[in-house]
């Protein structure tokens, strides 16, 4: 009898010890789970300060003097500002064709404080994108990156020089929001751009929006007035081989044309055009004497296939156009109301 006590008092002061340990312990894992996430915190800001800093250096300040007549015939200068990126260690520079259209004379600030002149080399109006020159060897760049692995809720940081403020580029930060959007503003219509909610102000255009591999993914175009954190950056995808064909004589791009203006048909894309279709790629405005119109197509037709492969945004036919050369005859289907038909168009050379 005196032995079972004894092992049951054993056991019991044991049982108490595991408690106490227990709840010694407890404590300490609680007080240390808030500094590893902290520290996981801290690896990622510090990751974000490394590539800001690799690529800060290729991201330049352009100056844009234009003269402006005023009614009377007098003469001003007007000075306007945006970004640029250096994409070859030779001087040329990729920025927006808006921030330097038009100028008389462009100036380049450098990351480490010069200002030198900077030539144009080529513009295309059609993506917003241009490259100018500077004289320089060994100039620090940010190399392209691959744009199509883009998801959203990625991670991306834009670069630039908003406002014109003193004091070197601006850093933000953000999500890639969407990818491959298509839209018009003004007279220009953007395709395969990137949606990101990273901030975006007038002097950002031209700039690069940049992964966290410190790759450039897009350069940074367009803010949309009266909308908050919504930012568009042209991706590299288009980016890059348009940069090659304005570097390379004879200085633009050379794409074939359809001459048509799309839109991608949503729900209220179709309710607004009274369209049957409910997908597909509209025919907004069709360009008399274009390709297409030679072909019989018309405002208002809906494509729904490019050479055998169904297109359900204006972007990706635009790309599928791309991959085409001049002189190419080119198998579209489309609906016209009801009825389903198809086209042959021989793509001509883009309109200067």
């Keep these: 009898m005196i032995r079972h006590r004894y092992f049951f008092s054993v056991a019991v002061l044991a049982l108490l010890l595991m408690l106490a340990v227990t709840a010694c312990i407890a404590p300490r894992e609680q007080a240390t789970a808030p500094a590893s996430n902290g ?11 490394d590539v800001v800093e690799q690529v800060m250096p290729g991201v330049v300040f352009i100056s844009a003097h234009r003269t402006i007549v005023d009614l009377f015939g007098n003469p001003s200068m007007h000075i306007g500002t945006g970004s640029g990126v250096i994409i070859s260690p030779d001087g040329y520079i990729l920025t927006n064709n808006h921030v330097v259209e038009g100028a008389d ?5 450098l990351h480490d404080g010069r200002t030198l002149e900077a030539a144009l080399t080529g513009t295309d109006p059609l993506t917003d994108l241009a490259v100018i020159n500077i004289e320089g060897r060994n100039l620090p760049t940010a190399p392209f990156g691959d744009a199509t692995q883009l998801r959203p809720g990625n991670l ?3 670069i630039g020089n908003p406002l014109g403020l003193e004091g070197g580029p601006t850093v933000t930060l953000g999500v890639v929001s969407n990818t491959e959007r298509s839209f018009t503003v003004g007279e220009v219509t953007f395709y395969d751009v990137i949606q990101t909610d ?6 950002n255009s031209g700039g690069p929006l940049v992964d966290l591999r410190g790759q450039v993914v897009g350069i940074n175009t367009v803010l949309i007035g009266g909308a908050e954190n919504i930012g568009f950056a042209i991706s590299t995808s288009t980016a890059q081989p348009v940069s090659q064909s304005l570097i390379a004589p004879p200085h633009r791009v050379i794409r074939p044309w359809l001459g048509v203006l799309l839109s991608t048909v949503t729900p209220v894309v179709a309710a607004e055009h009274r369209l049957v279709r409910t997908s597909g790629v509209l025919v907004v405005r069709l360009v008399d004497g274009s390709p297409a119109a030679k072909a019989g197509m018309r405002e208002g037709d ?19 156009l791309w991959r085409h050369q001049v002189g190419d005859r080119v198998e579209i289907t489309f609906w016209r109301g009801q009825e389903e038909e198809k086209a042959v168009v021989e793509l001509t050379v883009e309109r200067p």
């Design 105 to 109: 004379r462009l100036e380049v600030t």
């Design 39 to 49: 520290a996981g915190a801290i690896a990622l800001s510090n990751a974000i300060a």
């Design 156 to 158: 991306v940081i834009a």
């Design 198 to 203: 990273a901030a975006i102000n007038p002097g």
């Design 302 to 320: 809906v494509i729904t296939h490019f050479e055998g492969e169904e297109v359900t945004e204006a972007t990706q036919l635009i790309k599928a």
